[in-house]
């Protein structure tokens, strides 16, 4: 593809240096500029791409789109073209690039701050039991059926997520549920993605380190259902949890078709008879005068939203409710969340991704419904983050747990003993005889697992999928499923 076509895709362009040549790719990243390509340079939080784009040009790079002029490439006589915004670009050009991927299939984007990853699994599960090629891509990577690819970023940027869904389109792929998160939505990592139905699970306390207030948080997410459904020919549908208190506001900001879901309000889908256990949630699920039956192979209470919001956007693509109820039936839950780790004990242990004040204590709740003994939880906060947060989910862990181990999470650059003050600070007096402290998250672990007895139920909450854990100088493997296996297998052995 040319850059004088490619280039015609980009708003508000200005034209520093003229010229044209044969392009064979895109990327932000000069250490992978190869002959024939565009080398697009951002300025970003921690980066400035501006610096490398000698560099890129001497690898080869045949175009340079950028956000301001660097004299030094100026001389190097590449087409050189400036951009307002150098991520946006980067999507308005991937993807025509890639021949307009999301044109060729169905696009489920998966918005909100708890939900998304168990929604796109669950709706992955719904369209390949209708005979459907199903892909999904989000925090825990992309899957093609049992494919499974590698990304950065909850959402990628958006030269990787175009070139992904051309793969998936040549792959015979059909629909794709996708988590949009909100640093994708603002940074305008998704620009260039057609969407036919856009879903909105909740907002609740989190990303204030980035959006610093819940308003601007939930604006991004926004972006999905106000912008997206007038930057494609295709019907869009928005499916809204109309329980969330800020319903309203994104059903006021909504374009095309609405399908709302819930429990307690008035919705056009909705759950009756409900019944919970820590492996399944059962439900009657209610739309439009019928009534169908649905069980979902994942415990906890919130999956009867999550089981809803992928009903809905199935229904918004046209499946019967017959055809989701069989579905959701077969799917399979996303890892890490509400994932019970089993070794022969007599008591229970869950893992859950839980890393933010509503979804800990969601689980924590639906935790204590499902045992008539002890609840022992393990948590703690991640380093450079929403400091604002760890006080509150150190009142809400000690406040629903019979005993809070508070330990260690991913602490990044700032020392685990600090963060665990903050979480401490959040906990009343009277719950602290509840409290142990132990920073290093594989003795919390081993802590939790030694003090539990027959009955009770452990959950350890905030990594959920992740194998890693991200210190300070390093990052080490580290799997919370793992760990506790490795414990449980240690114990049942001394037992024998």
Do not use: W
């Not at 988590?179 to 909740?202: K, P």
């Not at 819930?262 to 759950?271: F, P, Q, R, V």
């Not at 893992?351 to 924590?364: G, I, S």
């Amino acid at each position: 593809m040319r850059f004088s076509k490619i280039r015609d895709y980009i708003m508000d362009a200005k034209v520093i240096i003229d010229g044209d040549a044969e392009i064979t790719g895109i990327t932000y990243d000069s250490r992978k500029v190869e002959p024939g390509f565009i080398f697009v340079a951002m300025q970003g939080g921690s980066f400035d791409g501006h610096k490398y784009i000698s560099t890129a040009l001497d690898a080869g790079a045949a175009a340079i789109v950028a956000e301001r002029v660097v004299d030094d490439a100026v001389g190097r006589k590449a087409p050189y073209v400036i951009a307002p915004d150098g991520r946006k670009a980067m999507g308005e050009i991937a993807a025509p690039f890639y021949g307009f991927p999301t044109r060729k299939i169905k696009l489920i984007g998966v918005t909100g701050t708890s939900g998304k990853t168990t929604a796109t699994h669950l709706i992955q599960g719904i369209f390949e039991s209708a005979g459907m090629k199903a892909g999904l891509i989000g925090t825990v990577g992309a899957k093609i059926g049992s494919e499974v690819l590698d990304t950065k970023h909850t959402t990628p940027e958006s030269v990787d997520l175009q070139r992904l869904l051309a793969y998936m389109v040549d792959r015979g792929v059909e629909v794709v549920a996708m988590e949009v998160s909100s640093h994708g939505l603002y940074q305008g990592r998704s620009i260039g993605c057609e969407f036919d139905c856009g879903v909105f699970t909740n907002i609740a306390r989190d990303h204030l380190d980035f959006h610093k207030t819940l308003e601007a948080y939930l604006d991004a997410k926004t972006i999905l259902f106000r912008d997206y459904p007038n930057m494609t020919a295709k019907p869009f549908c928005s499916v809204i949890n109309a329980d969330d208190p800020s319903a309203k506001s994104v059903q006021e900001a909504a374009s095309g078709c609405i399908i709302t879901f819930g429990i307690e309000k008035s919705a056009d889908l909705t759950a009756t008879d409900i019944e919970v256990t820590d492996r399944s949630v059962s439900f009657n699920i209610n739309y439009k005068g019928q009534s169908v039956p649905v069980r979902i192979g994942i415990g906890g209470a919130f999956n009867v939203y999550n089981g809803l919001s992928a009903a809905a956007s199935a229904l918004a693509l046209g499946l019967d409710l017959g055809t989701i109820a069989k579905g959701l039936g077969s799917a399979q839950g996303a890892p890490g969340r509400f994932e019970s780790v089993e070794c022969g004990q007599d008591f229970g242990v869950l893992v859950d991704y839980a890393h933010t004040p509503d979804e800990l204590e969601n689980v924590l709740a639906t935790a204590k419904n499902l045992t008539s003994k002890r609840l022992i939880a393990v948590f703690g906060c991640g380093g450079d983050r929403d400091r604002g947060k760890r006080p509150i989910m150190g009142g809400i862990g000690a406040d629903l747990a019979d005993i809070a181990v508070v330990t260690s999470d991913n602490p990044r650059s700032e020392d685990p003993n600090a963060i665990i003050k903050d979480i401490l600070e959040g906990i009343l007096a009277e719950n602290m005889s509840k409290v142990t402290v132990e920073p290093d998250r594989r003795s919390a672990i081993k802590k939790a697992i030694q003090m539990a007895k027959s009955g009770d139920l452990i959950v350890i909450a905030g990594k959920g999928h992740e194998d890693y854990q991200i210190l300070a100088d390093r990052t080490i493997h580290f799997d919370d499923r793992e760990v506790a296996r490795e414990v449980l297998g240690a114990s049942r052995a001394r037992i024998k």
